[in-house]
Structure formats: structure tokens, C-alpha cells
């Protein structure tokens, strides 16, 4: 194994934690991070993947990077969500993470949306039923990143341990 090959499998290896993380807390991209350690791997042993592999995960890492932006959002807005509703959750998510991880990321979705729906003057009910969907669509787009970020770290560790194999 060349060291070329060495550098991009520990490189792969750090970006795929870190994409995993990623799924989880905000700022990180995730699944792209995981995808670029699937190409790195495959810059350094182009035999592993196939040109059409690296195109579909790729456009589905692009599909899922615009949910995680649109499916919350979409999901607010169904149920009338107003914007203090919207950016209660955002809000209400970063203090969260910082403040009680790893569950304040989830109290703090569905805390800081009820709180914004509150102060837009909704009704009690009605700030609690945006703020489950609020909630709901959110989890729903972290199980989707983070198992794409696992499916991806799989194929780079099949990959890596290909490799290993090829050595002996």
C-alpha cells in the first residue's frame, strides 16, 4: 500500500466520523463529509467503485442535503407554523445541544417551538401540535442523514478492508 493510499484512508476515516457526528450536530455537513471519503478512497484505488456508484450516492447526498433544509421547514409550515414557531426551534435546538447534550437537541426543537408559538400568540393546543410536527419532521431528517452517513462509512470500510485483503 503506497502512502498516498494511507494518508486518503486516514483522511476518509476522520472525515467519516466526523460526517456521522455531523448528522447530529448542527454545522456539519454529515453525509457530504462521508461521501468525500468514499471518493478519496476511491481517488486512491479507483477499482473499488464504479463511475455510476459514485454518481447515485452523490445525488442522493444532494437530495438529502436540501431535505435537512426544506422537510422541517415544510413541515412547520403545513401546520401554520409562524416564523417565531420556526426560529423558536432553531433556536431552542443550538441551546439545547450545548446545554443538555445529547437530548437538549431534541427538548430544545420541541421547547423552542411551542415557546415561539406562544409568543405569535397561538393557543396552547395549537403550539403544541407545531411543535410535535416541528419535532417530528426534524428527527425524521436526522434518521435519514445518519443512516446515509452509515451506509456511506460502511462502503468506505468495505472498501478499506478490500484493500487490506489485496496486501496478503
Do not use: Q
Amino acid at each position: 500500500m503506497d502512502a498516498l493510499t494511507i494518508i486518503f484512508i486516514i483522511l476518509g476515516f476522520i472525515l467519516a466520523v466526523v460526517g456521522i457526528v455531523g448528522c447530529i450536530v448542527p454545522g456539519l455537513p454529515g453525509p457530504p463529509l462521508n461521501y468525500i471519503a468514499v471518493v478519496l478512497l476511491d481517488i486512491a484505488r479507483p477499482e473499488l467503485f464504479t463511475s455510476k456508484f459514485l454518481l447515485w450516492f452523490g445525488l442522493i447526498v444532494v437530495i438529502v442535503y436540501f431535505l435537512d433544509y426544506i422537510l422541517p421547514v415544510l413541515g412547520a409550515k403545513i401546520y401554520n407554523a409562524s416564523k417565531f414557531g420556526i426560529w423558536g426551534s432553531i433556536t431552542g435546538m443550538i441551546i439545547g445541544i450545548f446545554f443538555f447534550p445529547p437530548f437538549g437537541m431534541i427538548l430544545g426543537i420541541i421547547i423552542g417551538t411551542i415557546t415561539g408559538e406562544l409568543l405569535a400568540g397561538k393557543e396552547h393546543s395549537e403550539a403544541l401540535k407545531v411543535g410535535f410536527v416541528t419535532f417530528v419532521a426534524s428527527m425524521a431528517v436526522i434518521i435519514i442523514k445518519l443512516s446515509l452517513s452509515l451506509i456511506l462509512t460502511f462502503y468506505f470500510l468495505k472498501g478499506v478492508f478490500t484493500i487490506g485483503y489485496g496486501m496478503f
